[in-house]
Protein backbone atom coordinates (compact mmCIF):
# COMPACT_ATOMS: atom_id res chain seq x y z
CA UNK A 1 0.00 0.00 0.00
CA UNK A 2 1.15 3.22 -1.02
CA UNK A 3 1.55 6.11 1.40
CA UNK A 4 3.86 9.86 1.59
CA UNK A 5 6.94 9.65 3.93
CA UNK A 6 4.78 11.52 6.56
CA UNK A 7 1.89 8.94 6.57
CA UNK A 8 5.13 6.12 7.25
CA UNK A 9 6.71 8.30 9.84
CA UNK A 10 2.78 8.34 11.51
CA UNK A 11 2.88 4.49 11.18
CA UNK A 12 6.04 4.08 13.04
CA UNK A 13 5.33 6.36 15.49
CA UNK A 14 2.17 4.41 16.22
CA UNK A 15 3.95 0.94 16.96
CA UNK A 16 4.69 0.05 20.98
CA UNK A 17 7.78 -1.46 19.99
CA UNK A 18 11.53 -0.50 21.73
CA UNK A 19 13.10 -1.05 18.19
CA UNK A 20 12.30 -1.13 14.59
CA UNK A 21 14.93 -1.40 11.74
CA UNK A 22 14.63 -0.49 8.44
CA UNK A 23 16.56 -1.08 4.93
CA UNK A 24 16.13 0.97 2.10
CA UNK A 25 18.53 1.52 -0.91
CA UNK A 26 20.21 4.81 -1.29
CA UNK A 27 17.64 7.55 -2.68
CA UNK A 28 14.98 5.89 -1.53
CA UNK A 29 14.00 8.67 1.67
CA UNK A 30 15.54 7.01 4.55
CA UNK A 31 16.81 10.84 5.44
CA UNK A 32 13.74 12.57 4.83
CA UNK A 33 12.06 9.95 6.50
CA UNK A 34 14.01 10.89 9.41
CA UNK A 35 13.40 14.32 8.86
CA UNK A 36 9.04 13.60 8.40
CA UNK A 37 9.36 11.70 12.07
CA UNK A 38 10.97 14.46 13.71
CA UNK A 39 8.43 16.57 12.28
CA UNK A 40 5.84 14.59 14.05
CA UNK A 41 7.70 14.17 17.59
CA UNK A 42 9.32 17.71 17.77
CA UNK A 43 8.23 21.13 17.26
CA UNK A 44 10.18 22.20 13.57
CA UNK A 45 11.70 25.14 16.08
CA UNK A 46 13.56 23.32 18.79
CA UNK A 47 16.63 24.38 16.89
CA UNK A 48 18.49 20.60 16.84
CA UNK A 49 18.25 20.60 13.38
CA UNK A 50 21.89 21.84 11.74
CA UNK A 51 19.15 24.00 9.16
CA UNK A 52 16.96 25.07 12.01
CA UNK A 53 17.89 28.52 12.24
CA UNK A 54 15.47 28.64 15.15
CA UNK A 55 17.42 29.63 18.90
CA UNK A 56 18.82 26.73 20.30
CA UNK A 57 16.44 24.85 22.20
CA UNK A 58 17.36 23.66 26.20
CA UNK A 59 17.84 19.95 26.09
CA UNK A 60 14.83 19.45 28.37
CA UNK A 61 12.78 20.43 25.80
CA UNK A 62 13.72 18.19 23.51
CA UNK A 63 11.41 14.65 22.41
CA UNK A 64 13.45 13.43 19.71
CA UNK A 65 17.67 12.95 19.12
CA UNK A 66 18.80 11.74 15.89
CA UNK A 67 21.44 10.88 13.94
CA UNK A 68 21.50 11.65 10.22
CA UNK A 69 23.16 13.34 7.03
CA UNK A 70 21.85 16.75 8.25
CA UNK A 71 24.00 16.18 11.79
CA UNK A 72 26.94 16.21 9.89
CA UNK A 73 26.34 20.23 9.15
CA UNK A 74 27.10 20.84 12.31
CA UNK A 75 30.92 20.25 11.48
CA UNK A 76 32.72 22.28 8.73
CA UNK A 77 36.66 22.93 7.87
CA UNK A 78 37.67 26.34 8.04
CA UNK A 79 38.68 26.96 4.48
CA UNK A 80 39.86 30.76 5.22
CA UNK A 81 42.88 29.52 6.66
CA UNK A 82 46.33 30.73 5.57
CA UNK A 83 48.00 28.09 3.10
CA UNK A 84 50.30 27.19 5.88
CA UNK A 85 47.55 27.05 9.03
CA UNK A 86 46.66 23.80 10.70
CA UNK A 87 43.08 22.14 8.79
CA UNK A 88 41.03 22.65 11.43
CA UNK A 89 37.27 20.73 11.93
CA UNK A 90 34.80 23.69 13.51
CA UNK A 91 31.94 22.74 14.99
CA UNK A 92 28.94 24.85 15.44
CA UNK A 93 27.07 25.81 18.71
CA UNK A 94 24.47 23.47 19.77
CA UNK A 95 23.16 21.96 23.19
CA UNK A 96 24.15 18.74 22.51
CA UNK A 97 28.06 18.66 21.72
CA UNK A 98 28.88 21.49 24.13
CA UNK A 99 27.02 19.21 27.35
CA UNK A 100 28.64 16.17 25.63
CA UNK A 101 31.80 17.73 25.65
CA UNK A 102 32.12 20.58 27.83
CA UNK A 103 29.62 19.27 30.43
CA UNK A 104 30.03 16.07 30.59
CA UNK A 105 33.79 16.13 29.66
CA UNK A 106 33.18 13.28 27.43
CA UNK A 107 35.93 14.48 24.77
CA UNK A 108 38.78 11.46 25.62
CA UNK A 109 35.62 8.62 25.16
CA UNK A 110 34.83 10.03 22.09
CA UNK A 111 38.38 10.15 20.71
CA UNK A 112 39.33 6.31 22.11
CA UNK A 113 35.73 5.61 20.08
CA UNK A 114 36.86 7.22 16.80
CA UNK A 115 39.94 5.00 16.88
CA UNK A 116 38.64 1.98 17.95
CA UNK A 117 36.72 2.07 14.29
CA UNK A 118 38.99 4.02 12.54
CA UNK A 119 42.96 4.01 12.89
CA UNK A 120 44.71 3.92 17.10
CA UNK A 121 47.72 6.29 15.36
CA UNK A 122 44.99 8.65 14.02
CA UNK A 123 44.37 11.37 17.13
CA UNK A 124 41.66 14.16 17.18
CA UNK A 125 42.48 16.72 19.68
CA UNK A 126 39.31 19.77 21.10
CA UNK A 127 40.81 23.20 21.11
CA UNK A 128 41.13 24.89 24.92
CA UNK A 129 39.43 28.29 25.05
CA UNK A 130 41.70 30.90 23.28
CA UNK A 131 41.93 34.23 22.10
CA UNK A 132 42.44 34.82 18.03
CA UNK A 133 41.96 38.13 16.18
CA UNK A 134 39.61 38.48 13.10
CA UNK A 135 40.02 39.86 9.84
CA UNK A 136 39.10 43.47 11.32
CA UNK A 137 42.00 42.77 13.78
CA UNK A 138 40.08 42.75 16.67
CA UNK A 139 39.99 39.97 19.69
CA UNK A 140 37.96 37.82 19.73
CA UNK A 141 37.08 34.49 22.01
CA UNK A 142 37.19 30.46 20.28
CA UNK A 143 34.60 28.68 22.78
CA UNK A 144 36.66 25.28 23.77
CA UNK A 145 35.82 22.06 21.86
CA UNK A 146 34.92 24.39 19.25
CA UNK A 147 37.53 23.10 16.91
CA UNK A 148 39.34 19.72 16.09
CA UNK A 149 41.97 18.96 14.51
CA UNK A 150 44.14 15.81 13.21
CA UNK A 151 47.24 14.26 13.52
CA UNK A 152 49.09 10.70 13.06
CA UNK A 153 51.65 9.28 15.57
CA UNK A 154 54.79 9.04 14.37
CA UNK A 155 57.80 7.65 15.61
CA UNK A 156 59.29 10.11 18.39
CA UNK A 157 61.75 12.46 16.14
CA UNK A 158 58.56 13.06 13.83
CA UNK A 159 56.89 16.31 13.71
CA UNK A 160 53.44 16.24 14.84
CA UNK A 161 51.85 17.58 11.83
CA UNK A 162 48.09 18.50 11.70
CA UNK A 163 46.11 16.73 8.30
CA UNK A 164 42.88 17.01 7.03
CA UNK A 165 41.14 13.47 7.55
CA UNK A 166 38.65 12.10 4.83
CA UNK A 167 35.17 12.29 4.68
CA UNK A 168 34.55 8.47 5.99
CA UNK A 169 37.06 9.27 8.50
CA UNK A 170 35.29 12.46 9.39
CA UNK A 171 31.68 10.91 9.14
CA UNK A 172 33.44 8.42 11.58
CA UNK A 173 34.18 11.19 13.79
CA UNK A 174 30.81 12.60 14.62
CA UNK A 175 29.59 9.39 14.83
CA UNK A 176 31.56 9.06 17.83
CA UNK A 177 30.59 12.08 19.51
CA UNK A 178 27.11 10.73 18.38
CA UNK A 179 27.52 7.56 20.39
CA UNK A 180 29.14 9.16 23.17
CA UNK A 181 25.87 11.20 23.88
CA UNK A 182 23.83 8.69 23.32
CA UNK A 183 26.01 6.26 25.82
CA UNK A 184 25.44 9.08 28.59
CA UNK A 185 22.00 9.86 27.58
CA UNK A 186 21.11 5.78 28.40
CA UNK A 187 23.19 5.68 31.25
CA UNK A 188 21.02 8.35 32.69
CA UNK A 189 17.59 7.67 32.10
CA UNK A 190 18.25 4.30 32.83
CA UNK A 191 18.04 5.27 36.76
CA UNK A 192 14.12 4.73 38.20
CA UNK A 193 13.20 7.91 39.97
CA UNK A 194 13.89 11.12 38.52
CA UNK A 195 15.05 12.65 41.63
CA UNK A 196 18.00 10.02 41.43
CA UNK A 197 19.40 11.01 38.16
CA UNK A 198 22.20 13.36 37.63
CA UNK A 199 20.04 15.72 35.61
CA UNK A 200 16.78 16.22 34.68
CA UNK A 201 17.52 17.53 30.98
CA UNK A 202 16.63 14.11 29.06
CA UNK A 203 13.18 13.04 30.54
CA UNK A 204 11.01 14.25 27.84
CA UNK A 205 13.20 12.04 25.40
CA UNK A 206 10.97 9.89 23.58
CA UNK A 207 12.76 8.39 20.37
CA UNK A 208 16.26 7.99 18.98
CA UNK A 209 16.48 7.88 15.23
CA UNK A 210 19.33 6.74 13.75
CA UNK A 211 19.95 7.10 10.02
CA UNK A 212 22.88 5.19 8.56
CA UNK A 213 25.60 5.73 10.66
CA UNK A 214 29.20 5.03 9.44
CA UNK A 215 29.04 3.34 6.26
CA UNK A 216 32.21 3.81 4.96
CA UNK A 217 33.93 1.74 7.33
CA UNK A 218 35.75 -1.58 6.44
CA UNK A 219 33.15 -5.06 7.48
CA UNK A 220 35.52 -5.67 10.42
CA UNK A 221 34.85 -2.54 11.83
CA UNK A 222 31.27 -2.07 10.57
CA UNK A 223 30.37 -5.34 12.52
CA UNK A 224 32.12 -3.90 15.16
CA UNK A 225 29.89 -1.13 15.28
CA UNK A 226 26.98 -3.04 14.64
CA UNK A 227 27.28 -4.83 17.43
CA UNK A 228 28.59 -2.24 20.14
CA UNK A 229 25.29 -0.14 18.72
CA UNK A 230 22.94 -3.15 19.74
CA UNK A 231 24.53 -3.41 22.56
CA UNK A 232 24.55 -0.10 23.66
CA UNK A 233 20.31 -0.34 22.72
CA UNK A 234 19.70 -3.39 24.67
CA UNK A 235 21.48 -2.02 27.61
CA UNK A 236 18.40 0.89 27.74
CA UNK A 237 15.87 -0.29 29.82
CA UNK A 238 12.65 -0.01 28.04
CA UNK A 239 10.37 -0.71 31.32
CA UNK A 240 11.90 2.71 32.41
CA UNK A 241 12.50 5.40 30.19
CA UNK A 242 10.39 4.25 27.34
CA UNK A 243 12.99 4.66 24.87
CA UNK A 244 12.69 4.21 21.53
CA UNK A 245 14.90 3.66 18.82
CA UNK A 246 14.60 3.77 14.76
CA UNK A 247 17.39 2.63 12.91
CA UNK A 248 17.56 3.08 9.14
CA UNK A 249 20.26 1.86 6.84
CA UNK A 250 21.02 1.17 2.73
CA UNK A 251 24.34 -0.92 4.35
CA UNK A 252 23.32 -5.10 3.80
CA UNK A 253 25.79 -6.14 6.09
CA UNK A 254 24.97 -3.63 8.87
CA UNK A 255 21.35 -4.48 8.43
CA UNK A 256 22.07 -8.23 8.68
CA UNK A 257 23.98 -7.84 11.75
CA UNK A 258 21.25 -5.95 13.72
CA UNK A 259 18.43 -8.38 11.84
CA UNK A 260 20.51 -11.23 13.61
CA UNK A 261 20.79 -8.67 17.06
CA UNK A 262 17.27 -7.59 17.47
CA UNK A 263 15.53 -10.60 16.54
CA UNK A 264 11.77 -9.88 18.01
CA UNK A 265 11.89 -6.42 16.72
CA UNK A 266 9.98 -5.43 13.60
CA UNK A 267 11.69 -5.02 10.33
CA UNK A 268 10.83 -3.26 7.00
CA UNK A 269 11.94 -3.20 3.57
CA UNK A 270 11.27 1.29 2.19
CA UNK A 271 10.27 0.95 -1.41
CA UNK A 272 10.22 4.17 -3.55
CA UNK A 273 7.40 3.85 -6.23
CA UNK A 274 6.91 5.08 -9.29
CA UNK A 275 4.30 7.79 -8.15
CA UNK A 276 6.84 8.87 -6.09
CA UNK A 277 4.95 7.80 -2.64
CA UNK A 278 6.19 5.03 -0.76
CA UNK A 279 5.80 1.49 0.59
CA UNK A 280 6.76 0.12 3.97
CA UNK A 281 6.80 -3.64 4.16
CA UNK A 282 7.21 -5.73 7.26
CA UNK A 283 9.48 -8.86 7.14
CA UNK A 284 6.94 -11.59 8.25
CA UNK A 285 10.10 -14.33 8.17
CA UNK A 286 12.40 -14.18 10.94
CA UNK A 287 15.26 -15.08 8.57
CA UNK A 288 17.15 -12.08 7.09
CA UNK A 289 16.76 -14.50 3.48
CA UNK A 290 13.82 -12.98 3.19
CA UNK A 291 15.12 -9.63 3.02
CA UNK A 292 17.95 -11.11 0.32
CA UNK A 293 14.88 -12.44 -2.02
CA UNK A 294 13.89 -8.60 -1.80
CA UNK A 295 17.23 -7.86 -2.50
CA UNK A 296 17.32 -9.99 -6.05
CA UNK A 297 14.38 -8.63 -6.73
CA UNK A 298 15.90 -4.90 -6.80
CA UNK A 299 18.80 -6.27 -8.92
CA UNK A 300 16.36 -7.87 -11.22
CA UNK A 301 14.90 -4.35 -11.78
CA UNK A 302 17.71 -2.41 -12.15
CA UNK A 303 18.98 -5.11 -14.59
CA UNK A 304 15.94 -4.85 -16.73
CA UNK A 305 16.08 -0.85 -16.29
CA UNK A 306 19.79 -0.47 -17.09
CA UNK A 307 19.39 2.00 -14.16
CA UNK A 308 22.42 0.26 -12.45
CA UNK A 309 24.65 2.10 -9.93
CA UNK A 310 28.05 0.93 -7.93
CA UNK A 311 25.85 0.46 -4.54
CA UNK A 312 24.02 -2.77 -6.68
CA UNK A 313 27.24 -4.27 -6.59
CA UNK A 314 27.58 -4.42 -3.61
CA UNK A 315 24.00 -5.74 -3.50
CA UNK A 316 25.06 -8.39 -5.37
CA UNK A 317 28.10 -9.40 -4.07
CA UNK A 318 25.88 -9.73 -0.55
CA UNK A 319 23.32 -11.98 -2.34
CA UNK A 320 25.80 -13.85 -3.72
CA UNK A 321 27.38 -14.44 -0.26
CA UNK A 322 24.24 -15.19 1.19
CA UNK A 323 23.15 -17.85 -1.14
CA UNK A 324 26.64 -19.58 -1.38
CA UNK A 325 26.39 -20.03 2.71
CA UNK A 326 22.57 -21.04 2.36
CA UNK A 327 23.93 -23.93 -0.61
CA UNK A 328 27.02 -25.02 1.17
CA UNK A 329 29.48 -23.47 -0.85
CA UNK A 330 32.61 -22.28 0.87
CA UNK A 331 33.17 -19.32 -1.00
CA UNK A 332 30.52 -16.71 -2.86
CA UNK A 333 33.05 -16.97 -6.07
CA UNK A 334 32.08 -20.57 -6.67
CA UNK A 335 28.45 -19.49 -7.77
CA UNK A 336 29.94 -17.47 -10.56
CA UNK A 337 30.10 -18.58 -13.80
CA UNK A 338 33.06 -20.96 -14.92
CA UNK A 339 33.98 -21.41 -11.31
CA UNK A 340 30.83 -23.01 -10.08
CA UNK A 341 31.01 -26.30 -8.01
CA UNK A 342 34.96 -26.02 -8.12
CA UNK A 343 37.22 -24.80 -6.51
CA UNK A 344 39.21 -22.02 -7.76
CA UNK A 345 42.81 -22.76 -9.38
CA UNK A 346 44.46 -19.74 -8.38
CA UNK A 347 42.98 -17.38 -11.47
CA UNK A 348 40.79 -14.64 -10.12
CA UNK A 349 37.50 -15.23 -11.95
CA UNK A 350 37.03 -11.83 -14.42
CA UNK A 351 33.48 -11.65 -12.77
CA UNK A 352 34.80 -11.66 -9.08
CA UNK A 353 37.18 -9.12 -10.36
CA UNK A 354 33.98 -6.62 -11.39
CA UNK A 355 32.01 -7.21 -8.25
CA UNK A 356 35.25 -6.16 -6.28
CA UNK A 357 36.00 -3.35 -7.88
CA UNK A 358 32.52 -1.47 -6.90
CA UNK A 359 32.56 -3.25 -3.56
CA UNK A 360 36.84 -1.68 -2.65
CA UNK A 361 36.45 0.16 -0.22
CA UNK A 362 37.90 3.42 -2.36
CA UNK A 363 35.26 2.98 -4.19
CA UNK A 364 32.58 2.65 -1.28
CA UNK A 365 31.61 6.51 -1.30
CA UNK A 366 30.90 7.01 -4.88
CA UNK A 367 27.68 5.25 -5.44
CA UNK A 368 26.55 8.46 -7.63
CA UNK A 369 29.83 7.68 -10.34
CA UNK A 370 28.82 6.42 -13.80
CA UNK A 371 29.32 2.31 -14.10
CA UNK A 372 31.09 1.48 -17.12
CA UNK A 373 28.93 0.24 -19.83
CA UNK A 374 30.67 -2.95 -19.95
CA UNK A 375 30.46 -3.87 -16.43
CA UNK A 376 26.92 -3.21 -16.72
CA UNK A 377 26.81 -6.31 -18.88
CA UNK A 378 28.47 -7.54 -16.69
CA UNK A 379 26.13 -7.20 -14.02
CA UNK A 380 23.13 -7.98 -16.23
CA UNK A 381 24.13 -11.19 -16.70
CA UNK A 382 25.49 -12.04 -13.15
CA UNK A 383 21.80 -11.03 -12.27
CA UNK A 384 20.28 -13.12 -14.65
CA UNK A 385 22.92 -16.22 -13.23
CA UNK A 386 21.24 -15.73 -9.84
CA UNK A 387 18.05 -15.84 -10.62
CA UNK A 388 18.60 -19.19 -12.38
CA UNK A 389 19.98 -20.45 -9.08
CA UNK A 390 17.12 -19.30 -7.06
CA UNK A 391 14.71 -21.29 -10.13
CA UNK A 392 16.54 -23.98 -9.59
CA UNK A 393 16.48 -24.26 -5.72
CA UNK A 394 12.59 -23.90 -6.07
CA UNK A 395 12.42 -26.70 -8.48
CA UNK A 396 14.70 -28.67 -6.08
CA UNK A 397 12.18 -27.90 -3.17
CA UNK A 398 8.98 -28.52 -5.05
CA UNK A 399 10.25 -32.33 -5.62
CA UNK A 400 11.50 -32.80 -2.85
CA UNK A 401 8.35 -31.83 -1.26
Do not use: C
Amino acid sequence: MSNTLTEIAKQLKGRKNKVQLIYAFNGTGKTRLSREFKGIIAPKDDGQDALDDAEQAPLSRHKILYYNAFTEDLFYWDNDLDADAEPKLKIQSNTFTDWILQDQGQDMNVISTFQRYANDKLTPRFNPQYTAKDKDGKDVTVKAFSEVTFSHQGGDDEPDRKIKISKGEESNFIWSIFYSLLEQVISILNVPEDAGRETDQFNQLQYVFIDDPVSSLDDNHLIELAVDLARLIKSSDFAISGLKFIITTHNPLFYNVLHNEFNRAPKFVLRKLDDGKHDLIEQENDSPFSYHLHLKNELMKAADSGDIHKYHFNSLRNVLEKTSTFLGYEEWGELLPGVRGNRATGQVNPYARVINLYNHAKHAGHEVAEVEEDHKRVFKFLVKEIDNIYKGMRTQQGTQA
